[in-house]
């Protein structure tokens, strides 16, 4: 493996004989909550990890504030733990210089669809590599219970004790909506071999790939999913070949939906249907324009540089 | 004057006036193409040897309305024998398209007060009775100064070659100063072509045409030439702005990352960069905004690229939190400031200087960075360099404060010699050894090895959050202390690497003016002349701002008065309600007055232009009497 870097010299990996275990991905000690959906997607981003055997320091996860964000601290990567809402264009500047590297965002429901919602949006539509997740527990829970876009119509919290004023912001339809968008999918923390499944797709898919995990918060939002949690009814797993397939996952989840993930106008139903939490792809084509490739330049040796530097210099020659 | 009293005579033999230096003006309507002949001409007398400093004369909007004064939109030139470090004083000769225009240039005060004004006479006979009289009026307004009022029948002239003569009139404005000012008509047609180079050849032969004519009406209607004779180029020159000379000067620097959003005055930084910048393996990302620009400059630094964004003062604040981020991980970052008149939206295409309290304490919390500013268009290539080399090794932040001075103006100045070395790649790729820290600081230094993603044995999480060595977040007390005091440490080193200032003029004296950024030229200018009245008095400019040059206390201790020049807002002693104590100072006097506990005064405007010299020379005549009298 080779670093296309400019002017780096050219960066090798550790010879590494033997096969990367899931303990080799893991960093510091979780300090989630017990009961915190953030614990089952780390588990199964270990899992990933050690499925595809990426090579850690090859490998950046970048986030933003929030619960969520501290989770480049708890793996064996690279990280990059920045500020609020800003995750993507940090991840964006790191993937168009160094496509070498592999690249995961990791960002709440506020992160992404609150103050970071313009970067959300011209991500998408950037389309760069990029596996892009967002954690979704519909609340701000690190900053202690306040209400977040994704926080549903009604629901109490410190900054709208009375319930959330507005109906809540579908983050699906948000990215379906969005120009040059490639990757759309939806799972829940609490069902950890189709979490596994999408983001085992989602990493795999060339270009952005945005998944939205519903993710429950035991402290200050454990009733937004509670429903769906217990009664597997209430969910319907999308299937495709093209999406994710989870055959164990049939006798518990009966209501199934064939939904082939480049018809996006059957995505933007689906996204907006209430009759179920759609688990799945939702859409995918991987055809569409990555900025990431089309802006690739070809790297340049000081002595070049320094010979076009000199005629860029003529043309303002006295 | 008046303007029915000037009728053109035909001189058998024009006067020639030889001068040591001569400012001239092209004023027009938005996008009758004053600002292109300016330009062609200053790059024309330029490259024949003359000194020459440009300025552009731009209303804030596209496209005005027209024949209003606050359209007006041109250029000025200051044409010199020897070097011209800025824009003087005021205009000799202004050539105008209309008389609102130049109307507008009077009431600025830009006109020297025996300045000779060609102006387009169209509008005096116009079929519209309320141009008449907009026309008479203008002129009974100019004829109250000793201007000598010249009107053209340009569009007439025009018209005999074109059919609209909109397009083209500033070829034939053109072709009438390379006539009084004797330029070289080859040169002129080999810079038309390059301006018109992505225009067809019919627009190139056009504008041939009407250079040619107005050339020949000035030989026969004109009655007196300007001879500022070039020096001969003992050196290899170029011409550019400092827009120009920042986007090359990146270039040159090896940076590979230019991460930006449009604003004006910084733009045109991109412009130049987004032609060629991929030639050199780099790439412009134009961001949604000005947070992701800086973002994704930041993302790019940490992956081990030389990384920049380009921002006015709008931007700069939208991009402070970014900016403690850099600072608190320590990953090595270049913002440039290209500074306008503020608050809030303000001049967005004027110059100021009021960005500088602004840049060096930019984001909350204690966020140490280095700043500096260019104080020449040569300094705006070079400074690239400096800040790219400062960014790296001491793993900071380098802001660079240029200014729409620098940034539209044009001079000539010695080619720079790109050196390999400059394009060096900072980095120790070598593994990371067992044990090694995110942040191994040296307790003297507080610098540390950067490590990039891909390092094997790294595999570090950076964090804004508050962190030990290891980068692990901070969860007792002593931390926090002693990892801001290595960020903070990195100045203090940095500050003992450099020299001290220069002074400009005598050690000691009466009065000591300190200037920063783009007066230098003017301040310099001014000192000189305030030399020659016989006053003790000398200048000092600074390019670092963060940290400060070191010695500016023994240095300020060697003249009885300290005085900064700046381009930004002060209350004026007197000011009702305003006394010693609450007087709200200059920001670079707040800063030296603040590290040097010297009595620093102020001498501070915001016209929305560049500072002239001679009023810089009035202000030093009042603080310091001639003589030198204690």
Known sequence: MTVACGLLPVLQPEEHDAEYEISDYEGARARWCPGCGDHSILASVQKLLAAEQLTPEQTVFVSGIGCSSRFPHYLKTYGFHGIHGRALPVATGIKLTRPDLTVFVVMGDGDCTSIGAAHWVHALRYNVNLTVLLLDNGIYALTKNQTSPTTPQGFPSNTQPHGGWLPSLNPLSVALGVTNASFVAQTAEWVPAHLYATLRTAYHHRGMSFVRILQRCPIYSSAVYQAAVQDPARIALLTHDDGVVVPELERIYKTQVAHDPRDLDAARRIAESTDHIHLGVLFRDPSRLRYDEIRRVAPRTAEERLTLIDAELDRYAV | ?630
């Open chain 2, 1 to 630: 004057m008046t303007a029915t009293a000037a009728s053109v005579t035909l001189p058998s033999r024009p006067i020639t006036t030889r001068l040591a230096e001569h400012t001239i003006e092209i004023v027009s309507d938005s996008g009758e193409g004053a600002q292109k002949c300016g330009q062609i001409f200053g790059s024309v007398s330029a490259k024949m040897g003359n000194g020459v400093w440009t300025v552009e004369i731009i209303p804030a909007e596209i496209q005005p309305p027209p024949r209003v004064p606050e359209g007006a939109s041109g250029y000025r030139i200051r044409l010199g024998r020897g070097p011209i470090t800025n824009w003087g004083d005021a205009t000799n000769l202004a050539l105008a398209f209309n008389e609102q225009v130049l109307l507008a240039r009077h009431r600025l005060g830009a006109l020297a007060p025996d300045a000779v004004l060609l102006v387009e006479d169209k509008w005096a006979t116009h079929e519209d009775a309320d141009i008449r009289t907009a026309w008479t009026q203008a002129m009974e307004e100019l004829s109250h100064r000793n201007y000598r009022i010249i009107p053209v029948p340009m569009e007439t002239e025009c018209l005999t070659l074109v059919d609209n003569p909109r397009k083209g009139k500033n070829m034939f404005a053109l072709g009438m100063l390379a006539c009084i000012y004797g330029r070289d008509m080859e040169r002129i047609k080999e810079q038309i072509a390059y301006t018109f180079r992505k225009k067809s050849e019919a627009v190139y032969e056009q504008s041939v045409a009407l250079l040619a004519h107005g050339y020949a009406w000035a030989e026969e209607h004109i009655d007196f030439r300007v001879e500022v004779t070039p020096a001969p180029i003992t050196e290899p020159l170029v011409v550019m702005n400092g827009n120009e000379a920042l986007g090359l000067g990146a270039i040159a620097a090896g940076m590979e990352m230019c991460a930006m959003y449009p604003i004006t005055p910084a733009t045109s930084v991109s412009h130049l960069l987004s032609e060629v910048f991929d030639r050199f393996g780099g790439i412009v990302h134009q961001a949604e905004d000005e947070i992701a620009a800086v973002g994704v400059a930041i993302g790019a630094s940490y992956a081990g690229k030389v990384a920049f964004t380009v921002t006015s003062g709008p931007g700069l604040a939208l991009k402070t939190e970014f900016l403690g981020l850099a600072v608190m991980t320590e990953i090595p970052l270049v913002l440039i400031d290209v500074q306008r008149g503020g608050p809030s939206t303000g001049l967005p295409t004027k110059v100021e200087q009021s960005d500088l309290l602004a840049a060096l304490f930019a984001s909350p919390g204690d966020a140490p960075h280095v700043v500096v500013a260019p104080a020449t268009i040569e300094e705006c290539f070079h400074i690239m360099v400096t800040a790219r080399r400062i960014a790296e090794a001491f793993r900071t932040v380098v802001m660079v404060l240029s200014d729409a001075n620098l940034a539209t103006g044009v001079t000539p100045f010695p080619r720079p010699k790109p050196d390999a070395r400059w394009q060096a790649a900072p980095l120790d790729l070598a593994p990371v050894a067992e044990g090694q820290k995110a942040y191994q600081w040296d307790d003297a230094t507080g610098l540390s090895r950067r490590i990039i993603p891909g390092q094997p044995g790294g595999a570090y999480t950076v964090t804004g959050l508050s962190h030990d060595e290891g980068s692990k977040v901070a969860y007792s007390s002593g931390i926090h202390q002693r990892s801001s005091a290595m960020r903070s440490r990195k100045l203090a080193v940095l500050q003992s690497l450099l020299a001290p200032p220069v002074v400009y003029g005598d050690a000691e004296g009466d009065l000591l003016i300190v200037g920063w950024g783009s007066t230098k030229g003017a301040i310099e200018e001014a000192v000189d002349r305030a030399h020659r009245e016989g006053i003790r008095v000398s200048s000092v400019h600074l390019r670092f701002l963060s940290p400060l040059e070191p010695g500016l206390k023994e240095l300020f201790g060697r003249f009885k008065k300290v005085c900064a020049v700046e381009i930004n807002y002060s209350d004026e002693p007197g000011d009702p309600y305003v006394t010693d104590e609450n007087r709200r100072r200059g920001q670079l006097t707040w800063l030296l007055r603040a590290t040097t506990l010297v009595d620093v005064d102020c001498w501070t405007r915001v016209p929305g232009e560049p500072l002239r010299p001679g009023s810089i020379l009035d202000a030093i005549r009042e603080r310091a009497p001639r003589g030198g009298a204690a």
